[in-house]
């Protein structure tokens, strides 16, 4: 991975153990390394505040991770660069410690029965009620996009992304699972498909106009909106998707009382294989 030669050596120690452990190694200095350039993954250390310039960084390949530092002259914090390594290897991504509850799921009531779920686990976790209705918005994204937009056929057509408002249960063979745990200060919210289809795509047009209106695009079936909200909602997004086996996505949201979470910042972690 490629880091900033301008960061101060305190923020590089702090994530190369993390690095380290996932089995990457971590370069100073903004010249590529040697070695086939599909190799490289470049590590951005950046303030947290997305802007439409990031698009460009997740259509790199492989894209670029993008780690907040939240604060000033200080590093990422230590549950967000255990994403990274969580990315980086097989199973979860949910942080490790949790009591992490799962649910398979393949008709759309569950998808808002799950999504009513959460938001009453906020509460109970002491959540505020502003972020239990962020928390719900966010899961149902998350259920839907895995078990409407993943999906293909044989041929690799699209089995319902083109027909949303008119699925009401997909087959045995297509469910999605769900994964939800809490660690007192924010929820982290998994969604899990068996098709490994996602790219960087979405994410990149959903910054392309951040800060500014959505522009919707319905290609594939998603106009893009709820990306969008789901971006801005969340503290920190972890994707990782091998080929044509799965897609993985974690969403964690804070707590807190705030409503309009746009612009604070945010870590975007998406990795292939």
Not at 35 to 63: I, K, M, N
Request: proline share 6%; glycine share 10%; aromatic share 4%.
């Amino acid at each position: 991975m490629i880091a900033d030669p301008s960061l101060a050596p305190t923020v590089l120690e702090q994530v190369a153990p993390t690095l380290a452990r996932g089995g990457v190694s971590l370069f100073s200095g903004t010249e590529e390394p040697g070695g086939p350039r599909a190799t490289v993954r470049r590590l951005v250390l950046f303030d947290g505040r997305l802007q439409p310039s990031h698009a460009e960084l997740l259509r790199r390949d492989p894209p670029a991770l993008l780690l907040a530092t939240r604060e000033p002259e200080s590093g990422p914090t230590e549950w967000e660069a255990r994403l990274i390594g969580a990315i980086l290897r097989a199973g979860s991504l949910v942080p490790e410690g949790l009591s992490v509850a799962r649910q398979r799921i393949r008709q759309m009531r569950d998808v808002q029965h799950s999504a009513d779920a959460a938001a009453l686990i906020v509460q109970e976790a002491g959540g505020s009620k502003t972020a239990a209705l962020l928390v719900a918005d966010v899961l149902h994204e998350l259920a839907v996009n895995a078990l409407l937009d993943a999906p293909v056929d044989a041929q690799g057509e699209p089995k319902y992304a083109h027909r949303r408002t008119e699925v009401q249960e997909v087959d045995p063979e297509d469910a999605c699972e769900l994964g939800l745990a809490v660690d007192g200060s924010r929820i982290y919210l998994e969604a899990v498909d068996r098709f490994g289809r996602l790219t960087t795509g979405p994410f990149a047009r959903a910054l392309d106009s951040y800060g500014g209106r959505v522009q919707v695009n319905s290609s594939g079936g998603g106009a893009g909106l709820g990306l969008r909200r789901m971006i801005e909602h969340s503290d920190a997004i972890a994707v990782r998707v091998i080929r044509g086996r799965e897609s993985r996505v974690l969403c964690a949201v804070d707590l807190g009382e705030a409503r309009r979470r746009a612009a604070f910042p945010k870590s975007l972690l998406f990795c292939t294989e």
